[in-house]
């Protein structure tokens, strides 16, 4: 779930932050109303609104009660106040439940099921459940006789007030490269929804850059906005910048898209390389990890280009001058990501002068790890991630083996077998797995199927539609089989299906539809 920032409390605006806290005047009106009236359910609710979260407010008899306690007290007065329930659904964010006064227990998802059913026409409510479902991982909730996604309640809220550009922001991120229907019958798509966020507020940064984002994921060059402007992914990062000078990743993307050597013009003039604009993502958020792993892969680059000498440098903006070893060791030290273990272990490999791993690096940590401990590392903080196991598989030389952190000595078969189990989308699992067979020959997984070359290469596209190697090592399989049908014909299907449902590209689980000779393969494949 992608941050959609924080509200700011009305109440910092008024000034009332700056009273102390619990003190009995802070909210003197409010606390003399309800002394007058201390069967008004909407005072205590107002009154829970004035707080702040930790306040605590003492009352004319006595009582000192938190913003939980007035909300709870105004719902035992009128069960049907839905300020009241909308502070709790609030304040349970944090929190499971808290008992009401009936000896009900209320979750935050419960509190905004009743605001929605006593405000049915409440947009922002729909909103909110919507993130809340997303913030706990519930799937779908009971509501009207259905069940409903955070991404229905959305398209609900929409249709009420399509006026907010962080539902639509919102929306966008739940699709994921799926299409839905509004309410309005128009069928769209993530890029269409950030579209218009965008034609909604062009002064947020965070459109433009999911819109960017959304294009590089599309191999798509250029989006055009409600406003007529076509944009490419370097424009549209510009923008993003333009916007806020200190989004961090708005500098990291558009460093991707820059050839090695080449500087872009941003729209307050600085005329920046790829390095420059990394140094920049770094000043901007010192915290961000992949910052410092793609200014180390940028520096690799210049000296494989011999743009720089041998052990290339880079200065940062608080005046630090670092290599790209000291980059990397930064990077892990911050986010311990597979991709920083890799390509420090690869730069190891290299300064080792022989390959066979012996340079060691010192972490910031004290510890010293060697090019194959750094990738057995990586897959024991992350031993979910399928590409840590390719990576340390495709280290291994032939006949060589690896120890992992739990004692376990696989081979780099085993190594491959392992990634698609824990990874089943992991794409470059299956090629390789592919790779080590040969024609006619089969791979049991873990999962038990047997798999053939032809059907990895299947299992491969499946499970990433937009990686070309999977339908270049599936072209070049197929080249080499007697098929019924021409090769041309067998592209065109697989990329027509893929391109219509991008996330059950071809085939389905690697069952073949024709037997298992080479032409019932090949007319699965296809």
């Not at 910031?364 to 992350?382: C, F, M, P, Y």
Request: net charge negative; aromatic share 4%.
């Amino acid at each position: 779930v992608l941050p959609m920032g924080v509200a700011t409390s009305s109440r910092s605006q008024l000034g009332d932050a700056a009273q102390p806290r619990g003190t009995p005047g802070a909210h003197a009106d409010l606390v003399e109303a309800i002394a007058r009236n201390p069967s008004s359910a909407t005072l205590y609710a107002q009154l829970a609104l004035a707080l702040q979260d930790a306040e605590q407010v003492t009352l004319s008899d006595g009582r000192v009660l938190t913003k939980t306690d007035l909300c709870v007290e105004a719902l035992a007065l009128d069960p049907a106040c839905s300020s009241a329930f909308r502070t709790l659904a609030q304040l349970l964010q944090s929190v499971e439940s808290v008992c009401l006064k009936d000896g009900r227990k209320l979750t935050s998802l419960g509190a905004y099921a009743e605001v929605l059913r006593l405000n049915p026409t409440l947009a922002t409510a729909y909103t909110e459940m919507a993130l809340e479902m997303c913030r706990r991982g519930v799937e779908s909730i009971p509501r009207d006789g259905r069940q409903w996604t955070a991404a229905d309640l959305l398209v609900e809220s929409i249709h009420l007030d399509a006026r907010n550009p962080r539902v639509f922001i919102k929306l966008s991120c739940l699709l994921y490269d799926k299409k839905m229907q509004l309410r309005d019958g128009r069928v769209v798509t993530e890029c269409d929804l950030l579209c218009e966020a965008i034609s909604l507020d062009p002064t947020n940064p965070l459109p433009f850059f999911l819109l960017g984002q959304q294009l590089q994921l599309l191999y798509q060059e250029t989006v055009t906005l409600k406003d007529g402007r076509t944009l490419t992914r370097r424009e549209l990062f510009i923008e993003a910048i333009h916007c806020d000078p200190s989004f961090s990743s708005a500098y990291g993307s558009l460093s991707l898209e820059l050839p090695l050597g080449e500087h872009v013009t941003l729209k307050d003039g600085r005329k920046l390389s790829s390095c420059d604009l990394l140094v920049a993502a770094i000043e901007a958020d010192p915290q961000v990890s992949v910052a410092y792993t793609d200014l180390a892969k940028e520096l690799i680059a210049l000296q494989d280009e011999g743009q720089r000498r041998a052990e290339a440098k880079v200065t940062l903006k608080d005046g630090r001058t670092v290599t790209a070893k000291e980059l990397l060791v930064e990077s892990i030290h911050l986010e311990p990501t597979v991709e920083a273990c890799s390509v420090l272990a690869d730069l190891l490999l290299e300064d080792s002068g022989d390959g066979d791993g012996g340079g060691e690096v010192t972490l910031r940590d004290g510890r010293k790890l060697t090019s194959q401990e750094l990738r057995v590392e990586a897959i024991r903080i992350h031993p979910e991630c399928g590409e840590a196991y390719g990576l340390l598989a495709a280290s291994l030389q032939e006949g060589e083996k690896a120890t992992l952190s739990d004692g376990r000595t696989l081979s780099s078969r085993d190594l491959l077998l392992e990634s698609v189990a824990v990874d089943s989308n992991y794409s470059e699992g299956y090629l390789s797995l592919c790779n080590l067979l040969q024609p006619g020959d089969k791979i049991q997984l873990k999962d038990g199927r047997a798999l053939s070359q032809l059907e990895l290469c299947v299992e491969a596209v499946q499970a990433d539609p937009y990686d070309p190697a999977a339908y270049n090592t599936l072209g070049m399989k197929l080249s080499g089989m007697a098929m019924p049908i021409a090769q041309t014909e067998a592209f065109a299907a697989i990329a027509a299906q893929s391109a219509s449902t991008p996330a059950a590209a071809v085939g389905a689980g690697g069952e073949t539809a024709g037997g298992e000779t080479a032409e019932g393969e090949a007319a699965a494949a296809a």
